[in-house]
């Protein structure tokens, strides 16, 4: 009698032993499905989203076909089933079980928005304000405000910034976005200036960025950056007016029409080089490091003029004459593309 009761209970425990890894390939197999999307689509999880709830969601979506089998899963992988709320991207070659993990993980989708160098604020605004999946904190803001909002010690907020591509998650805010930008410009202008010229006559970091926002606009040529840099500063060592064509534009604000005229040349404006000496108020557009590094350490020259070659670049000059040699050949040029 003992014999077949135990017989029994060893026949029960295999058959018991069959049955949980018949459910567990069962599971298994529901989980390893590929999903049924034939490209990239993304899911939005709500705060408070239970696992039978994200099931639902991708099975309505049309990204899975729901199996029984899966109401086991917090049974054998109670790890998938920690939801976590967020946007995703859910890739076409992906299974169940990758996606599960994916959101259990909270690897959110990383959107991406890139400010350009030599851009001014006012248009990196419309390209943050233009981005539908940041939360649009400084529409009604001043620029007083947001540099408050920033941490910037200073209401004008032109320069402030770093030009690079920042990634963000759905949901985030264009402060956090400017805040990041502002850190890792002044983390970048703080190196520059420790690395600075000994004779440089730029007596402030911010005079730097001012500086450096100015040879951003000038030329968009590597290698001419620090040449560009040593006119400047052989203008202010002299005493010279810096006569600096972007510095007249960003004065002008929106009177600028695309055009520069001798009148318009004329015009005092807190940022006119030509009528005034010295570097103007603020930054004129957000430089890059590059342009900082050439603010602070400019080629060694004897060049006080440059005009472009109409080949891309720029002719620089030592000498007025030399200066407007240039400026003819220059003219000659765009005559002949007329």
Same mark, same amino acid.
């Given at each position: 009698?003992?014999? !077949? ?6 026949? =029960? ?22 999903? #049924?999307?034939?490209? /990239? ?6 705060? $408070?989203?239970?696992?039978? $709830? #994200?099931? *639902? ?8 076909? =729901?199996?029984?089998? =899966? ?11 920690? %939801? !976590? ?7 076409? /070659?992906?299974?169940? &079980? +990758? ?28 390209? =943050?304000q233009a981005d539908p999946h940041l ?16 941490? %910037? ?27 990041? @930008? &502002?850190?890792?410009?002044? !983390?970048?202008?703080?190196? @520059?200036?420790? /690395?600075r010229a000994k004779d440089t006559p730029? !007596? ?21 950056? $620090?040449?560009?840099? +040593? ?6 060592? @002299? ?7 972007? *510095?007249?534009?960003?004065?002008? $604000? ?18 006119? *080089? ?16 590059? +342009? ?30 030399? &200066? ?15």
């Amino acid at each position: 009698m003992l014999k !077949k009761l135990i017989i029994m209970i060893f026949l =029960l425990g295999l058959l018991m032993a069959g049955v949980a890894g018949w459910s567990f390939f069962q599971v298994k197999s529901a989980l390893d499905k590929p999903v #049924l999307i034939e490209q /990239q689509t993304f899911i939005t999880v709500k705060s $408070g989203t239970s696992f039978r $709830g #994200l099931l *639902t969601q991708l099975s309505n979506e049309k990204i899975v076909t =729901l199996s029984p089998w =899966l109401r086991w899963v917090g049974y054998l992988e109670p790890a998938l089933t920690n %939801i !976590k709320a967020g946007t995703y991207a859910i890739e076409p /070659q992906a299974t169940l &079980h +990758s996606v599960l993990t994916m959101i259990t993980d909270g690897k959110e989708y990383q959107y991406a928005i890139t400010l350009v160098d030599g851009e001014s604020f006012s248009e990196w605004r419309q390209l =943050l304000q233009a981005d539908p999946h940041l939360i649009h904190t400084t529409d009604n803001m001043t620029q007083a405000q947001i540099s408050t909002a920033v941490g %910037i010690e200073n209401d004008k907020i032109e320069g402030y910034f770093l030009p690079n591509t920042y990634h963000f998650t759905a949901g985030t805010s264009d402060i956090s976005i400017l805040k990041r @930008a &502002h850190v890792a410009m002044m !983390k970048e202008l703080d190196l @520059a200036w420790q /690395q600075r010229a000994k004779d440089t006559p730029l !007596k402030t970091p911010y005079q730097a960025l001012i500086m450096a926002s100015i040879i951003e606009k000038e030329t968009a040529v590597a290698r001419e950056r $620090g040449l560009v840099a +040593s006119v400047f500063m052989n203008r202010l060592r @002299a005493n010279m007016p810096l006569q600096t064509d972007p *510095t007249v534009i960003y004065g002008m $604000g929106d009177k600028y029409d695309g055009n520069i005229t001798k009148k318009d040349l004329r015009t005092p404006t807190a940022y006119n *080089t030509y009528t005034m000496r010295g570097l103007p108020p603020t930054p004129i557009a957000m430089p890059n490091k590059a +342009s900082i590094m050439a603010a602070v350490d400019p080629d060694d020259s004897d060049y006080y003029y440059f005009v472009a070659d109409g080949k891309g670049g720029h002719k620089f000059s030592t000498t007025l004459v030399e &200066h407007n040699r240039a400026v003819r050949a220059y003219l000659k040029i765009l005559r002949t593309q007329k």
